[in-house]
T-cell receptor
Framework: EADIYQTPRYLVIGTGKKITLECSQT?????MYWYQQDPGMELHLIHY???????EKGDLSSESTVSRIRTEHFPLTLESARPSHTSQYLC???????????FGQGTRLTVV | AQKVTQAQTEISVVEKEDVTLDCVYE???????LFWYKQPPSGELVFLIR??????QNEISGRYSWNFQKSTSSFNFTITASQVVDSAVYFC??????????????FGAGTQVVVTP
């Protein structure tokens, strides 16, 4: 069983609020990823990290930001939430290139 | 350009029928990895199988089987004798070793499988 956790699972928040989605893994993986997914639709990579102090933007432009101060922790922040940010956010980690990525349970964000 | 194509948006079957999900990928790399994930209605992504580009051996795991063919750049997935619990969205993914893709999993659009009793 994968040891990667996301909190909160569900979040309903008002427009303009600042939010941080948490993602932690206890597997010591260097590589971590954030994907955005609308229900039943494809996954879009929005951020990734290859290790501490390494962050890169993904293939889909996002107004969110990430940080990687510790190996196990990869939080995602939205400074000012908008209804267009409503989506599911999935965090993943991977130990090496020839292994699978492990996914957290996701955070379903609704901005009203 | 899309690297992973899952042309089937949705497949509906009656329980006990077999269902095959197609996955076609595109890469110039000689070393790459292919994956299948299942996403049930609860939303989490469940890893099913990993295959590297040097291993074309087909694999069977219970009711699941995979057919990897480099000649056609395909990595198809078959569920035999489908069950209602197989209802989910299934994603195929590719990981390359090129510099700009290092470590990133590129997903297809997914195929929704609906199994009715």
């Amino acid at each position: 069983e994968a040891d990667i956790y996301q909190t909160p699972r569900y979040l309903v928040i008002g427009t303009g609020k600042k939010i941080t989605l948490e993602c932690s893994q206890t597997m010591g993986h260097d590589k971590m990823y954030w994907y955005q997914q609308d229900p039943g639709m494809e996954l879009h990579l929005i951020h990734y990290s290859y290790g501490v102090n390494s962050t890169e933007k993904g293939d889909l432009s996002s107004e969110s930001t990430v940080s990687r101060i510790r190996t196990e922790h990869f939080p995602l922040t939205l400074e000012s939430a908008r209804p267009s940010h409503t989506s599911q956010y999935l965090c993943a980690s991977r130990g090496s290139l020839n292994t699978e990525a492990f996914f957290g349970q996701g955070t379903r964000l609704t901005v009203v | 350009a899309q690297k992973v194509t899952q042309a089937q948006t949705e497949i509906s079957v009656v329980e006990k029928e077999d269902v095959t999900l197609d996955c076609v990928y595109e890469t110039r790399d000689t070393t790459y990895y292919l994956f299948w994930y299942k996403q049930p209605p609860s939303g989490e992504l469940v890893f099913l199988i990993r295959r590297n580009s040097f291993d074309e051996q087909n694999e069977i795991s219970g009711r699941y089987s995979w057919n990897f063919q480099k000649s056609t750049s395909s990595f198809n997935f078959t569920i035999t004798a489908s069950q209602v619990v197989d209802s989910a969205v299934y994603f195929c993914a590719l990981s390359e070793r090129t510099t700009d893709s290092w470590g990133k999993l590129q997903f297809g659009a997914g195929t929704q499988v609906v199994v009715t009793p």
